[in-house]
């Protein structure tokens, strides 16, 4: 796989990508990145394999403000529930600029999120596991990185947009998941 070419995801334009690249650092019990479209999927496959049963998927819509997300939850399932969310609606995940998602152990705690302008942030109680297999990907490991965000400028506008697949967005997942457990977390 090139990882030279760092590549935007269908729903995040930006001009000039300049120096980003796939890369990552570890702080005690975190890492965090950024990452080529094409290395969303496999982080995301790579972090479920290193965590405990049962495994939640999660998703964060925006509001029709665009300021505020709704979060939505499918608890409790086991790593092939979890692959097959993946396998299901992964590339519309993946490739969709206004929404966030990630995974996570309901048995630990740990969890990764895929946030705007292709950022992840991973919770794990030993990050070597996951460094290895971000490595493996072709994610560097660095002490610092440039992220898209740092690139936004007045002359390097940036724009996260919703994509559509095969008829679909994502604000169509939860309901296509409600029979499965998904939920809605209610506000306060």
């Known amino acids: 796989m090139d990882n030279t070419v760092f590549k935007l995801c269908q729903g995040v334009s930006l001009r000039d990508t300049g120096n980003v690249s796939s890369s990552f650092c570890c702080e005690k019990e975190s890492i965090k990145g950024v990452l080529s479209a094409e290395l969303l999927l496999p ?6 394999k290193t965590v405990n049963e049962p495994v939640f998927f999660f998703l964060e819509l925006p509001k029709e403000s665009g300021e505020e997300y709704e979060t939505y939850y499918l608890d409790n399932c086991t790593k092939k529930v979890a692959y097959a969310v993946i396998e299901r609606f992964g590339e519309l995940l993946a490739n969709d600029g206004v929404s966030r998602f990630g995974f996570g152990s ?4 740990e969890e990764i999120y895929f946030e705007d302008y292709q950022e992840f942030s991973a919770y794990v109680r030993d990050t070597k596991g996951l ?23 007045d002359d390097n506008m940036g724009c996260l947009s919703p994509v559509e697949l095969d008829g679909e967005t994502v604000f169509d997942i939860p309901d296509a998941l409600a029979g499965a457990g998904m939920y809605k977390v209610k506000e306060d």
């Open 43 to 48: 982080a995301a496959r790579a972090f479920i």
């Open 131 to 153: 460094a290895k297999s971000l490595e493996e990907l072709g994610v560097k490991k660095k002490n610092e990185f440039t992220t898209l965000w740092d690139l936004l400028s």
């Open 106 to 109: 309901n048995d630990t705690d």
